[in-house]
């Protein structure tokens, strides 16, 4: 009884340390996965913020150069058409200055300022220049700019004075909804000078604004701008060239409602831009 009692208390004791050694081997094999696991884990998570890393970075140098190179095109784009609009003046500096047909000094520019071609005629003009021209269009013309009754011969880049025969033609949308009226129109912008003068001074509510040309060699617009409907830029167009006649009549006169409407077309405040 003693052997068996010391044969089951070393088998007891050897199956415990079998046990506590199985235990100790998986729980240091749990541990070692653990730590492998945990391992990996922040190798990936390192690896993910490399990557994201090298990609914002990759993602602001591209911007950069995008940026950089748009100001770059913008600057040569804004030095190339200052040297053309250079050499256009130069270019006119050295010819003598054209003649301008059916303007009189002393009288507001108001209208289109084109260039003739070789050989044009008042009908040649007018057809080119109004639509559905004919011998009314051509007698509208000529009512309004007497001058030009003594066209003679033209040389190509003499320029004529186009005057407005109906507030229509003067009448445009503008960019942010409003409408606008075009007042004068000219190859450079010191020859819409007059026009604009004339204008602050017949009708001091309206707002003037230049238009640059999108590329060398076309005009300059001058325009009455802010009417909120096309209605107030007829009746404001439609003034303008109530003025003018008033002007060319050499009387002065009353127009009514228009004249009270078109003084209201325009906040008060604007200021030329």
Known sequence: ERKLAVQRKAEAERKLAVQRKAEAERKLAVQRKAEAERK?????KAEAERKLA?????????????????????????QRKAEAERKIAAQAALKPAPGIFGWTPGYPPVGRLVALRGGDTISK?????????????????????????????????????????TAQEMVASGFDGSYRVLLA????????????????????KFSLRWESPPTPGQSYSLYAVGFMSRNDALAAADYVLF?????????????????????????PGASDR
Not at 127 to 144: F, K
């Open 125 to 165: 003009v007018a057809t080119r220049y109004y639509p559905n021209a004919g011998s009314v269009t051509v007698d509208a013309l000529l009512a309004r700019s007497p001058t030009l009754r003594n066209l003679g011969p033209v040389d190509a880049g003499d320029l004529m004075l186009l005057p407005f025969l």
């Open 54 to 78: 090298v990609q914002r970075k990759a993602e602001a140098e591209r911007k950069i150069a995008v940026q950089r190179k748009a100001e770059a095109e913008r600057k040569l784009a804004v």
């Open 243 to 267: 003025k003018l006649a008033e002007l060319q009549a050499g009387r002065p006169g009353r127009r009514g409602s228009s004249l009270s409407r078109a003084r209201l077309l325009v906040a």
């Open 185 to 204: 129109r000219a190859p450079r912008r010191d020859q819409t000078g007059e026009a604009a003068d004339w204008a602050r001074a017949a009708v001091p």
């Open 40 to 44: 990996l884990a922040v190798q990936r």
